[in-house]
């Protein structure tokens, strides 16, 4: 009688690694899956874990999209249509093509507001800047209460733009006020720079110039950036303050004076506020159009003419022009301002 053969089973062999000609241990081939850790139970595949986070993070964006879309972007395109059309707020809009763009392009007083805000682009910005690299090198240097001082020549950008100081400043330089008489100490002529249509502007600029606070900050952020090694090593080699600063100081924070440049110049494209405030006597932007800026021109037209269509039209001319002075800068960038290694 035969004996009964009870099989076992057959283990699993290991996997052998593979070895070279010189006997050492190849690396495994990573179709075959050999050296992976196993999955652990329950673990979320990779692809739908991110598309949980995307979602996430669309989530908590969907506030500033829905205000991006409905605010900016929504208002934004119908002013595109509105300019090729003649829309007075109240009637439905009619197309009328490059009518707005030929009216506006001839009427002499949009060309005076053109006159008067490149003027104050030219002129103001500037003197504004001017003023905040100066304060900011006094502010550089070590000085008691420097803190106070800080906060002292910030405080005017914060309430500068308000309704509240454009009314004291027309005051001020009204006939009679406080620089009317200052002026007539030194012997010059009497009477407010408020109803002179030739002096107006330069009361605008001068409430321009002293809201200097935050590019003050932004320029005394970048000279504490510079090193002290390169004063000193000039100072050795017998440079004068004047050199300096005009070969240390000025190359070492051109990326923030172009920083500056450009975001002063277009806050001065976009000044209506205190413009209307201070020139309103009657007739808004001044006497004999002083203050008659490009926004307060635009604003004449849409809410007080009731010619939408045209101010619409206006403000995409206003909108080239930014952009073609911004182009402009980044252009010229590549001649004056100097980054560090890598930084651009």
Same mark, same amino acid.
């Given at each position: 009688?035969?004996?009964?053969?009870?099989?076992?089973?057959?283990?699993?062999?290991?996997?052998?690694?593979?070895?070279?000609?010189?006997?050492?241990?190849?690396?495994?081939?990573?179709?075959?899956?050999?050296?992976?850790?196993?999955?652990?139970?329950?673990?979320?595949?990779?692809?739908?874990?991110?598309?949980?986070?995307?979602?996430?993070?669309?989530?908590?964006?969907?506030?500033?999209?829905?205000?991006?879309?409905?605010?900016?972007?929504?208002?934004?395109?119908?002013?595109? @249509?509105?300019?090729?059309?003649?829309?007075?707020?109240?009637?439905?809009? %009619?197309?009328?093509?490059?009518?707005?763009?030929?009216?506006?392009?001839?009427?002499?007083?949009?060309?005076?507001?053109?006159?008067?805000?490149?003027? $104050?682009?030219?002129?103001?910005?500037?003197?504004?800047?001017?003023?905040?690299?100066?304060?900011? =090198?006094?502010?550089?240097?070590?000085?008691?209460? !420097?803190?106070?001082?800080?906060?002292?020549?910030?405080?005017?950008?914060?309430?500068?733009?308000?309704?509240?100081?454009?009314?004291?400043?027309?005051?001020?330089?009204?006939?009679?006020?406080?620089?009317?008489?200052?002026?007539?100490?030194?012997?010059?002529?009497?009477?407010?720079?408020?109803?002179?249509?030739?002096?107006?502007?330069?009361?605008?600029?001068?409430?321009?110039?002293?809201q200097f606070?935050?590019?003050?900050?932004?320029?005394?952020?970048?000279?504490? !950036?510079?090193?002290?090694?390169?004063?000193?090593?000039? %100072?050795?080699?017998?440079?004068?303050?004047?050199?300096? #600063?005009?070969?240390?100081?000025?190359?070492?924070?051109?990326?923030?004076? #172009?920083?500056?440049?450009?975001?002063?110049?277009?806050?001065?494209?976009?000044? #209506?506020?205190?413009?209307?405030?201070?020139?309103? %006597?009657?007739?808004?932007?001044?006497?004999?159009?002083?203050?008659?800026? $490009?926004?307060? @021109? =635009?604003?004449? !037209?849409?809410?007080?003419?009731?010619?939408?269509? =045209?101010a619409s039209?206006?403000?995409?001319m206003l909108?080239?022009?930014?952009? =073609?002075?911004?182009?402009?800068?980044?252009?010229? %960038?590549?001649?004056?301002?100097?980054?560090?290694?890598?930084?651009?």
């Open positions: 009688m035969d004996a009964a053969v009870t099989s076992a089973p057959t283990p699993t062999p290991h996997p052998v690694p593979a070895t070279g000609p010189d006997g050492r241990t190849a690396p495994a081939d990573p179709s075959s899956g050999a050296g992976r850790p196993p999955r652990a139970a329950g673990r979320t595949p990779r692809p739908h874990r991110a598309r949980r986070e995307n979602l996430a993070g669309y989530l908590f964006m969907s506030p500033w999209i829905a205000g991006f879309l409905l605010l900016t972007a929504g208002p934004m395109v119908a002013s595109l @249509y509105f300019a090729f059309t003649d829309y007075n707020l109240f009637d439905a809009p %009619q197309w009328i093509g490059l009518d707005n763009f030929t009216e506006m392009f001839g009427d002499p007083r949009w060309r005076t507001s053109v006159e008067i805000t490149g003027w $104050y682009v030219v002129i103001g910005t500037p003197l504004k800047l001017a003023a905040a690299l100066g304060v900011a =090198l006094l502010l550089n240097q070590s000085r008691r209460g !420097q803190g106070f001082y800080r906060a002292a020549f910030y405080a005017p950008s914060l309430i500068g733009a308000s309704v509240s100081i454009a009314i004291v400043w027309r005051a001020i330089f009204s006939d009679g006020a406080a620089v009317d008489r200052a002026q007539q100490v030194f012997g010059m002529d009497a009477g407010g720079w408020i109803g002179d249509p030739d002096r107006i502007i330069y009361a605008l600029v001068a409430l321009t110039v002293w606070g935050a590019p003050m900050v932004i320029f005394l952020a970048g000279l504490k !950036q510079v090193p002290r090694e390169l004063y000193e090593a000039a %100072q050795v080699d017998g440079a004068s303050p004047w050199r300096r #600063f005009w070969h240390i100081t000025l190359p070492m924070i051109s990326p923030v004076l #172009f920083f500056n440049v450009l975001l002063e110049t277009i806050h001065s494209f976009q000044i #209506f506020g205190s413009a209307y405030i201070i020139g309103s %006597q009657g007739n808004a932007c001044g006497p004999a159009d002083g203050t008659l800026v $490009y926004t307060c @021109y =635009l604003y004449i !037209q849409g809410f007080e003419n009731s010619r939408m269509g =045209l039209a206006m403000a995409w909108l080239l022009a930014v952009g =073609l002075v911004t182009a402009v800068l980044f252009w010229s %960038q590549r001649r004056w301002v100097h980054y560090e290694e890598g930084a651009r």
